[in-house]
């Protein structure tokens, strides 16, 4: 009885593996804000079956990207969740690595609306000019709950209130629309949320109307306990921790004993940079 359990277990497993088909997430900077000295900053490559992305571009991505060994050809497109620096700081040497390692596969960039011009303009000052480069690159505005399909996934981006108060203290002087987003991956039955920077737990509520399989949370822009809170009792399979604010990486200890009580038993942990999850 038990091996024809086992073996029962197996094919379905192995099923629900079919259903859900092959996904890994590569953490190439899981570091907040701040200088880190033992994290870089925002930047992950998600791996579907059919199609990978890259989400957010921090410092000191194109060290880590070339330090993996993944081909510079391994990813589709690049979404970028807003336009501070420590999500977009590794950009323009990154498309630089890409022009030297002889990218070929076009590549469409995914950002605010706001930041394509000054990006462009960026890439020339740096005299990286688009005869140089072996690929054809191109730059699309993100747009609320506008999906972006590549090869049956899709990726839907949601608004996030993360720029809110700059926004409310600064536009005036300094008009632009000061957009961030998070971002829902669909692949078949898969389902994976990746908040990028939000403005409170509740940004999270259009990612979680339909049960996750994963949920990839920043934990920097609040206190702790308001999103344990919040996430206890979602449909979440799993949740990994990331852009961890300095104060509670220092006391990490504390931080996954606060979650192991609030989160009702979610499954989580705390991402390292170069950690590679699969589900």
């Given at each position: ?12 497993h ?6 859900m088909?092959?996904f ?15 994290r ?35 990813f ?5 969740s ?22 070929t596969k ?7 609306a ?12 740096g ?20 999906p ?6 899709r ?15 600064f ?10 987003f998070?971002f ?9 949320g ?8 509740e ?20 206190q ?7 996430l206890?009792?979602?449909a979440?399979?799993?949740?990994v921790f ?9 006391k990490?200890g ?22 590679e999850i699969t589900l």
């Amino acid at each position: 009885m038990g091996d024809g359990f086992s073996v029962c277990l197996c094919l379905k497993h192995g099923q629900l593996r079919n259903r859900m088909g092959k996904f890994s997430l590569k953490c190439f900077g899981v570091g907040d804000g701040w200088p880190c000295a033992d994290r870089n900053h925002a930047a992950f490559l998600y791996r579907f079956d059919k199609a990978s992305f890259l989400v957010d571009c921090g410092e000191a991505l194109s060290s880590s990207y070339k330090a993996s060994g993944l081909s510079y050809d391994a990813f589709d497109r690049i979404f970028i969740s807003h336009l501070h620096s420590d999500h977009t700081a590794g950009f323009f040497m990154f498309i630089q690595g890409l022009w030297l390692e002889r990218r070929t596969k076009a590549l469409p960039v995914h950002m605010p609306a706001e930041g394509i011009k000054p990006f462009r303009q960026m890439l020339e000052a740096g005299l990286i000019f688009p005869e140089l480069l072996q690929f054809k690159m191109r730059f699309e505005a993100l747009r609320v709950r506008r999906p972006v399909t590549t090869n049956g996934v899709r990726v839907t981006p949601f608004r996030s209130s993360h720029l809110d108060q700059l926004r409310a203290a600064f536009q005036k002087r300094h008009p632009q629309k000061f957009e961030a987003f998070c971002f829902l991956m669909e692949a078949g039955r898969l389902r994976v949320g990746h908040s990028a920077d939000i403005g409170a737990p509740e940004d999270l509520a259009p990612l979680l109307q339909k049960p996750l399989d994963l949920l990839v949370c920043e934990l920097a822009h609040f206190q702790p306990e308001d999103l344990f809170r919040y996430l206890n009792g979602q449909a979440i399979k799993r949740i990994v921790f990331i852009h961890v604010a300095r104060p509670y990486w220092e006391k990490l200890g504390k931080m996954r004993q606060l979650a192991t009580r609030m989160l009702g038993g979610i499954p989580y942990s705390f991402a390292r940079d170069g950690e590679e999850i699969t589900l």
